[in-house]
Nanobody
Framework: QVQLVQSGGGLVQPGESLTLSCAAS????????MDWYRQAPGKQREYVGM???????HYADAVKGRFVISRDNTKNTMYLQMNNLKPEDTAVYYC???????WGQGTKVTVSS
């Protein structure tokens, strides 16, 4: 059974950094592209970025230049490093395996003074 377990969310102040983790099991992790999405209260879930099996990344314009996606295939884990966080980054963040449509449970990030 495919499982994506997320961790690392929390409350931070504007301008600070936070790193989220997504640990996968039940799949050959190294063979899959991986995505990050987020959903703010009252808004649709939106694409944040992705990382390919080869380590290439792509980011939504809203986070480009501030967020960094990486992966450690030895740990079956993908990361989202969020820098210079803004209040508009407040959302529940989800990781996803696009092939198969598997989702993590989500982790809340709140950016507030």
């Amino acid at each position: 059974q495919v499982q994506l377990v997320q961790s690392g969310g929390g409350l931070v102040q504007p301008g600070e950094s936070l790193t989220l983790s997504c640990a996968a099991s039940g799949i050959r992790f190294s063979a899959h592209n991986m995505d990050w999405y987020r959903q703010a209260p009252g808004k649709q879930r939106e694409y944040v970025g992705m990382i390919s099996t080869g380590g290439s990344t792509h980011y939504a314009d809203a986070v480009k230049g501030r967020f960094v996606i990486s992966r450690d295939n030895t740990k079956n884990t993908m990361y989202l490093q969020m820098n210079n966080l803004k209040p508009e980054d407040t959302a529940v963040y989800y990781c996803k395996v696009p092939q198969g449509g598997y989702w993590g449970q989500g982790t809340k990030v709140t950016v507030s003074s």
